[in-house]
């Protein structure tokens, strides 16, 4: 268990619709990662935020937008689904500017979406 | 730019044998590199990590890599290959020296273990 929980884990929805996928980070983690797992594309970095900040951006669709709360968990909103973006999402965590393990990124359980 | 390639999209051992996953990176500055386990349905965990430090990483269940900049790899190895070792594996980059920034994945190898 890497501390890092997602909800929901399961998340069948139709095209058009929008979700909302929410993370947790480790205790005293500040940043939030997000990733994109898919058959075809592999392992995509979307976005990062780092103490309610976005640091990063990937290859994140305009349909796509996330936030990173003052309690720093974390939500990813999908709108407009398609089809292909139905995969597993996964949030990460990883310690502040100081900590020894700063580079190290823990990831939560994921999320797995289906949109038919 | 970083980017990470893995060699071979499958391997398949047998229980006791060497397990050998090769990746190779890419990256303009000093790079941090990882390899990180995904067994099914679950999510990444990680098994080690480079940061500059040591370039014989020794990680979790007995895997180790070394970093080896004149031929930038860091390849994955464990004497004796277990069943409980089947999973993918996923070799990762990143720009060292910051607390931010994102992770570059290889398209992961699976590794099959048998009897």
């Known amino acids: 268990d890497s501390g890092v929980t997602q909800t929901p884990k399961h998340l069948i929805t139709a095209t058009g619709q929008r979700v909302t996928l929410r993370c947790s980070p480790r205790?005293?983690?500040?940043?939030v990662y997000w990733y994109q797992q898919s058959l075809d594309q592999g392992l995509q970095f979307l976005i990062q935020?780092?103490?309610?900040?976005?640091?990063a951006k990937g290859n994140i669709l305009e349909r796509f937008s996330a936030q990173q709360f003052p309690d720093l968990h974390s939500e990813l909103n999908l709108s407009s689904l398609e089809l292909g973006d139905s995969a597993l999402y996964f949030c990460?965590?990883?310690?502040?500017?100081?900590?020894?393990?700063?580079?190290?990124?823990?990831f939560g359980p994921g999320t797995r979406l289906t949109v038919l | 730019a970083q980017s990470v390639t893995q060699l071979g999209s499958h391997v398949s051992v047998s229980e006791g044998a060497l397990v050998l996953l090769r990746c190779n990176y890419s990256?303009?500055?000093?790079?941090?590199l990882f390899w990180y386990v995904q067994y099914p349905n679950q999510g990444l965990q990680l098994l080690l990590k480079?940061?500059?430090?040591?370039?014989l990483v020794k990680g979790i269940n007995g895997f180790e890599a070394e970093f080896k900049k004149s031929e930038t790899s860091f390849h994955l190895t464990k004497p004796s290959a277990h069943m409980s070792d089947a999973a993918e594996y996923f070799c990762?980059?990143?720009?060292?020296?910051?607390?931010?920034?994102?992770?570059?994945f290889g398209q992961g190898t699976i590794l099959t273990v048998h009897p």
């Open positions: 990256s303009s500055v000093p790079p941090y």
């Open positions: 990762a980059v990143k720009v060292s020296g910051t607390s931010y920034g994102k992770l570059t």
């Open positions: 990460a965590s990883s310690p502040p500017v100081g900590d020894g393990s700063r580079d190290t990124q823990y």
């Open positions: 935020y780092y103490n309610g900040e976005e640091r």
């Open positions: 480079y940061t500059s430090a040591a370039t």
């Open positions: 205790s005293g983690d500040l940043s």
